[in-house]
């Protein structure tokens, strides 16, 4: 291709020297202290990075320390649950007793009074407290005071010995106070040293707190 320059002959010479004339760059020159002051600013960046690395890979391992921990622990974590699941339900159950055994009783004068009660021919070999569960659902429970004991009697009326007794008890007004009500329970008929005797059981129903 054929280039034709129509341009001054002036011109075309400035052109020429203009193109022959080297570009120059000039670099600034630094002084001791900015090149310092340089080298400062970079190596604490370089630390501050490293130390950020540093702290970063320290994080995960403290991380995954603590996740294997956890792992390690979950056995321990469902045996733990499963126990305090289990004492809520205890603790459902148990208090409405706890709230039962706390009402207070003279049992030196109650025993007393159960002494004066007993009838000839008859004797107690046995006394506890039971609580029984009236209701689960509504926490309800009752405390029942039972007696075991013998009668015997050369006239063969062990029976109405007992139920003598029975009927003791229920007219004792210093025994009968705690109670809403006493029961004969089941009999027994046995031999004792060639003796016929008659083995019982009575209920005594504690009244409800507040009564």
Known sequence: MIKINLLPPEVKKAQKQKAKKPVEFHIPKLGPKLIKAGIYSLSVLIGLHLLLGISILFEGISLKNAELKWERLHPDRIEIERIAKEAASIEKFTAPVKELYDKRILWSRELNELSNAITPGVWLSRFFIETQVRNAQ?????RILNLEGRAASLYGDETALVAKFVKSLQ????????????KLGPMERLTVE???VMNFRVFCYFKDKGK
Do not use: A, M, T, V
């Open 138 to 142: 509504k926490g309800e429970f009752q």
């Open 171 to 182: 007219d004792n007004k210093g025994f009968f106070r705690y109670f809403s009500d006493i």
């Open 194 to 196: 060639n003796n016929p």
